[in-house]
Nanobody, 121 residues
């Protein structure tokens, strides 16, 4: 089990940048595959990005490729999502998630409380 706490959300104008952080508990953080998901208002949660234990493999949803970057610092038990060139359609509650088994979406079973990101036009 792992506990996750997101931070860094806020209000930003279109074209701006924001960095989300996720702090994880426990001594085995490096063993987890980490990911970011988001839930726009009135819509279902969707996958955004994922990263493996070493940080050498990353996956992104097509809509954020070239704009978002996921990274991790195992020494700090943290994962980050750098978001650049933000668009109004990026507005959502963003969730940090952890997987014990793979980077497949269905394996992300541990979740943070979420942090709100609002992008104005």
């Amino acid at each position: 089990q792992v506990q996750l706490v997101e931070s860094g959300g806020g209000l930003v104008q279109a074209g701006g940048s924001l960095r989300l952080s996720c702090a994880a508990s426990g001594r085995t953080f490096s063993n987890y595959r980490m990911g970011w998901f988001r839930q726009p208002p009135g819509k279902e949660r969707e996958f955004v990005a994922a990263i493996n234990w070493s940080g050498g493999i990353t996956n992104y949803v097509d809509s954020v490729k070239g704009r978002f970057t996921i990274s991790r610092d195992n020494a700090k038990n943290s994962v980050y999502l750098q978001m650049n060139s933000l668009k109004p359609e990026d507005t959502a509650v963003y969730y940090c998630a952890a997987s014990m088994y793979s980077m497949r979406e269905v394996d992300f079973g541990y979740w943070g409380q979420g942090t709100q990101v609002t992008v104005s036009s």
